[in-house]
């Protein structure tokens, strides 16, 4: 649908503006109008990473007025597969400061303001309330939800992109003109179901493909230009190389912006979203060990098996001595307790612990009552005891 503009234009353009953004002055549909717009527009960027590396450079390079970053993460390594608006000498370093230094590299024009926190129910309003549209670019549901109700809630429209292995997914979400993210998913995922990009991977490239639709559609919006992707979900498959799109109508019994809303202030989304089940925790109290207690029954021969539920390509990465792979899948379909040994304590581990906890919990509910799992995993490993292994 086509929808007028979201900002008013700016009183001018400069001379020296005129001439960084001429490509998009003789575009009939942009013109002097849509770029004063762009100049007046203040977009916030919900994260720094994978999506917000691409959504960052491009809305500066388009001349957005003023851009908001909110990350409160610093940049590792293991980014730069990805996030490519930092650098190898950024390692270490605030990743919205990072991401302030190279948006002022591409366009010295643009007014950068950084929110170096992490976003929860206690800032977002006062943050999301000092910008005309929210560029969502997080990676866990708790916050997808967080933005959505504070999207809607302040009657702001916001862009949304997912990303995960050679996936992606984006619309724009504006609950006075069409459906918002719980129109589409009401209710999240049981925890454990979907893994994140930091458990399954992704594709680097495929952050431009997605962050790219995601500037585009705020391009549209702020300037009026086109047909937002309002009531449309944009799907992409690089393996196939296709793009496919899906109707999303507005919910009336959507509990945020429904006919009779249940959620009518914020909530508390990490409880929502239940990143680790119930079942879990449950089964976490009192059986979850450190590394360093790990370390200790390695040392001693204690009659323990040491068992890895992740994947064989996380396996092949980094692993604890004496480890022995089982992915996670094959305990919740049963297919591994038959070979689980009975005369030593059972030792699960996966990459920071969430998906041993989930694997625990099948294990007490089968009888290994003595079964533990180290508490941040591999990664708490490698930092403890064996600093020289790679993390990823």
């Known amino acids: 649908m086509s929808l007028p503009p979201l900002v008013e234009p700016a009183a001018e353009l400069t001379v020296d503006e005129v001439r960084r953004y001429s490509r998009h ?6 013109g002097m109008d849509g770029q004063k717009r762009l100049k007046n527009a203040k977009v916030l960027a ?6 917000g590396s691409p959504a960052l450079m491009y809305l500066a390079a388009a001349g957005v007025g003023t851009l908001g970053i909110v990350e409160f993460d610093e940049v590792d390594e293991s980014n730069l597969q990805r996030q490519i608006i930092h650098s190898q000498a950024d390692i270490g370093k605030s990743k919205a400061l990072s991401a302030k230094e190279t948006v002022q590299g591409i366009n010295p024009y643009v007014q ?20 005309d549209l929210i560029v969502d670019g997080t990676d866990n549901f708790a916050t997808r939800y967080l933005v ?3 999207c809607v809630l302040l009657g702001k429209p916001y862009v949304w992109g997912s990303i995960y292995r050679f996936d992606g997914q984006a619309s724009v979400f504006w609950s006075e003109h069409g459906p918002c993210y719980r129109c589409l998913y009401p209710e999240p995922p049981p925890p454990g179901m979907v893994p994140s990009c930091a458990e399954g991977g992704v594709l680097g490239v495929l952050c431009a493909s997605i962050g790219s639709i995601q500037v585009t559609e705020a391009i549209k919006v702020l300037t009026g230009t086109g047909d937002p992707l309002v009531g449309r979900l944009m799907i992409y498959d ?9 109707k999303v109508r507005k919910d009336p019994n959507c509990a945020v912006c429904g006919d009779n809303p249940t959620v009518t202030e914020l909530i508390d989304y990490e409880a929502f979203c239940g990143v680790v089940s119930e079942e879990a925790q449950a089964a976490a109290k009192d059986s979850t060990i450190t590394p360093a207690q790990l370390k200790e029954w390695i040392d001693g ?3 323990i098996d040491i068992i890895d539920v992740r994947e064989p390509n996380e396996y092949e990465i980094v692993s604890i001595p004496g480890a022995r792979l089982i992915p996670k899948n094959e305990f919740l379909m049963g297919n591994a307790l038959s070979d689980l040994p009975q005369d030593r304590r059972i030792v699960l581990h996966c990459k920071t612990g ?5 694997v625990l919990a099948v294990l007490k509910d089968a009888g290994f009552a003595d079964a533990v799992h180290v508490g941040g995993g591999v990664i708490g490993w490698v930092n403890q005891i064996e600093p020289e292994k790679p993390v990823y």
């Open 354 to 358: 969430v998906r041993s906890a989930e």
């Open 238 to 246: 690089a393996l196939e190389m296709t793009y496919r799109q899906v």
């Open 148 to 150: 959505n109700d504070a």
């Open 25 to 30: 002055l003789i575009i009939p549909d942009v």
């Open 112 to 131: 950068v303001n950084l929110h170096e926190e992490r976003l929860d129910s206690s800032n977002v309003m006062e943050i999301f309330a000092q910008y």
């Open 46 to 51: 919900v994260g720094a990473g994978g999506l």
């Open 301 to 303: 021969d204690e009659k």
